[in-house]
């Protein structure tokens, strides 16, 4: 079985932190980084590894480990929402890999993230135990300011394993999820209050187009839309980029260029080609590598 794992961590600015961080991953055996994005002003780096049923969970509570070891969230700054060090941690089925068996590694993972590194974990999409946490906004909402201050007395607040407190790695949110799209939107202009109002209407949340979540930044200086698509198959990135070029129009503005955090599925990039070169044909049969 073949899982894919998506640790997001709280530091981009300490290059040595993050390079000790990969070297110790990449030691591991049958794990391999495939893609790294590290973006200064968010201060996060997303690394994508793939691996199996045996060596993705040993992977993923390393990683915790070595977040907590490296990264303290008391220090850190930057434009992402987050509540810890090792923020995010999900587990996406990839091939025939069923769904199950990520929600069954979320959950024996963040146990023992709990148990043995005392931080607090807080389990999200799939692999949640209570359906107000589905949602990962539901946990992060406040960020890790407002936990501090919640977790010992807010019922709401208390995590599925691990202390009733936090420390300086802060808190963890462990998921099993399907693949989704991280897509970013810079525009020209640096009003970061355009870019807010256009994510305010494009996200199903506000109204908009469903399955995209979306908040409005200001990074190196540009209005960035910044976006996840969780289900690209109903709404895809053409979609997505008429509807912000449309917004960005009325507001005076237009779109700059667009970002691709970490991987996307080919299906969504032929997708949009199909859209944009208005050709129905477009499918993997008639692309050369198919057929090597």
């Not at 024996?108 to 799939?126: N, S």
């Not at 406040?142 to 019922?155: D, M, S």
């Not at 955090?261 to 997708?271: E, H, K, M, S, W």
Request: proline share 5%; net charge negative; hydrophobic share 40%.
């Amino acid at each position: 079985m073949i899982i894919e794992c998506v640790p997001n961590f709280s530091e981009s600015r300490n290059k040595q932190v993050i390079e000790t961080i990969i070297d110790n991953l990449s030691s591991i055996p049958d794990i391999k980084i495939i893609n790294r994005h590290s973006d200064d002003d968010h201060n996060r780096t997303v690394l994508t590894m793939i691996g199996d049923e045996v060596s993705i969970p040993e992977a993923a509570f390393k990683a915790a480990r070595l977040a907590q070891e490296h990264i303290n969230i008391f220090q850190h700054t930057g434009q992402h929402p987050r509540i810890g060090a090792l923020d995010v941690l999900p587990f996406i089925p990839l091939g025939d890999t069923p769904m199950s068996v990520c929600v069954q590694i979320a959950r024996e993972v963040g146990k023992r993230i709990g148990e043995e590194l005392q931080i607090p974990v807080y389990l999200y999409e799939e692999a949640a135990l209570r359906p107000e946490r589905r949602k990962l906004e539901n946990v992060r909402r406040g960020e890790f300011e407002a936990l501090i201050h919640q977790i010992e007395t807010n019922p709401a607040k208390a995590p599925d394993f691990g202390p009733k407190k936090v420390g300086s790695a802060g808190a963890i949110a462990v998921g099993a999820r399907m693949p989704l799209i991280a897509f970013n939107v810079y525009l020209n202009t640096n009003d970061q209050s355009i870019a807010v109002a256009i994510a305010k209407k494009i996200r199903q949340s506000s109204g908009g187009l469903p399955n995209v979540k979306a908040l409005g930044l200001l990074v190196n200086g540009i209005a960035q839309v910044s976006m996840n698509l969780t289900d690209y198959r109903k709404t895809g990135l053409s979609q997505v980029m008429e509807a912000i070029r449309r917004e960005a129009a009325l507001s005076g503005t237009s779109i700059h260029h667009t970002e691709l955090v970490g991987l996307i599925p080919r299906d969504a990039v032929l997708d949009a080609a199909a859209f944009f070169l208005q050709n129905d044909h477009l499918t993997h049969h008639r692309i050369i590598e198919s057929h090597l």
